[in-house]
């Protein structure tokens, strides 16, 4: 344990450094990534003024909460995509990693979590400027508060597991595309980043809540923004714990498998 504690604060400490050493570059990358929700913001707010001051209990200042937090739970969930398996064979830095003592997935977790606190602090000034443009309204308290925190590192687990797991089929076949694309399509849809889960229909709301894909972005936002009681609150944490859970096994379970099947590759 106390080895791979120092192996996890090592790896986070290293993409510390070199995070910050691109940090115009990342911010750069945060700012291109505004376009999205502020359109998905505006779009809403009109749609809500225009209906008389709320959709789905939705006024145009929790429109813009929602987003405005959407952008950093958006950044907590970048992790290694099914697409960038590809480079990750190719370019031999999986056959690296393999000659290690330690299992690929705490490299990568380790890595992109130390990523996560350069990109919490670089989104601060961020939200700031969208909160005085768009003036957003949060009804939260302090318990809230401490099981967003809580709720942003477990949707990063979350999505981490899920795309770990889907990136594996790139050992059986490398027509794997349609498949990612499904699968992204399907996170879109159901996970609360297009549109807040409360305005699609009853039926998409249940199917959404038996998906990883709300776990990891839906929840922590609208945990925030006081959308939910303690109760739910805490089945939600609980959700999350079963899908990192569940992606855990299954890693595990596959991963031999998966190596059988490995070809090395590199310059």
Same mark, same amino acid.
């Given at each position: 344990?106390?080895?791979?504690?120092?192996?996890?604060?090592?790896?986070?400490?290293?993409?510390?450094?070199?995070? /910050?050493?691109?940090?115009?570059?990342?911010?750069?990358?945060?700012?291109?990534?505004?376009?999205?929700? *502020?359109?998905? #913001?505006?779009?809403?707010?009109?749609? &809500?003024?225009?209906?008389?001051?709320?959709?789905?209990?939705?006024?145009?200042?929790?429109? =813009? =909460?929602?987003?405005? @937090?959407?952008?950093?739970?958006?950044?907590?969930?970048?992790?290694?995509?099914?697409?960038?398996?590809?480079?990750?064979?190719?370019?031999?830095?999986?056959?690296?990693?393999? #000659?290690?003592?330690?299992?690929? #997935?705490?490299?990568?977790?380790?890595?992109? =979590?130390?990523?996560?606190?350069?990109?919490?602090?670089? !989104?601060?000034?961020?939200?700031?400027? %969208?909160?005085?443009?768009?003036?957003?309204?949060?009804?939260?308290?302090?318990?809230?508060?401490? &099981? $967003?925190?809580?709720?942003?590192?477990?949707?990063?687990? *979350?999505?981490?597991?899920? #795309?770990?797991?889907?990136?594996?089929?790139? $050992?059986?076949?490398?027509?794997?595309?349609?498949?990612?694309?499904?699968?992204?399509?399907?996170?879109?849809?159901?996970?609360?980043?297009?549109?807040?889960? &409360?305005?699609? +229909? +009853?039926?998409?709301?249940?199917?959404?809540?038996?998906?990883?894909?709300? !776990?990891?972005?839906?929840? +922590?936002?609208?945990?925030?923004?006081?959308?939910?009681?303690?109760?739910?609150?805490?089945?939600?944490?609980?959700?999350? @714990?079963?899908?990192?859970? %569940?992606?855990?096994?299954?890693?595990?379970? /596959?991963?031999?498998?998966?190596?059988?099947? $490995?070809? =090395? *590759?590199? &310059?």
């Amino acid at each position: 344990m106390r080895a791979m504690l120092d192996f996890y604060l090592t790896q986070m400490k290293m993409a510390l450094v070199q995070q /910050f050493q691109y940090r115009v570059a990342n911010y750069f990358y945060m700012i291109g990534m505004i376009a999205e929700p *502020v359109i998905y #913001l505006v779009v809403w707010s009109t749609v &809500a003024n225009a209906q008389g001051g709320s959709v789905a209990g939705y006024t145009p200042g929790e429109f =813009a =909460a929602y987003y405005i @937090v959407w952008t950093l739970v958006r950044n907590m969930n970048i992790v290694l995509t099914p697409y960038a398996w590809e480079n990750y064979i190719q370019r031999g830095w999986l056959s690296m990693e393999l #000659l290690r003592p330690v299992h690929p #997935l705490h490299a990568q977790i380790a890595y992109f =979590a130390g990523w996560k606190f350069v990109a919490i602090v670089m !989104w601060l000034p961020i939200a700031a400027i %969208l909160a005085a443009v768009f003036q957003p309204e949060i009804n939260t308290s302090p318990w809230a508060v401490a &099981a $967003f925190v809580v709720a942003l590192w477990g949707g990063f687990f *979350v999505r981490f597991m899920m #795309l770990w797991l889907l990136g594996m089929i790139t $050992f059986w076949t490398t027509r794997v595309s349609a498949i990612f694309e499904l699968y992204f399509t399907m996170e879109l849809l159901f996970s609360g980043r297009l549109v807040p889960l &409360a305005l699609l +229909p +009853p039926w998409a709301q249940q199917l959404a809540a038996y998906m990883p894909f709300k !776990w990891a972005f839906g929840f +922590p936002i609208e945990l925030l923004l006081g959308k939910y009681t303690q109760a739910q609150a805490l089945y939600g944490l609980g959700a999350q @714990v079963f899908w990192i859970a %569940l992606g855990a096994i299954l890693v595990r379970l /596959f991963w031999r498998t998966a190596l059988r099947r $490995f070809s =090395a *590759v590199g &310059a």
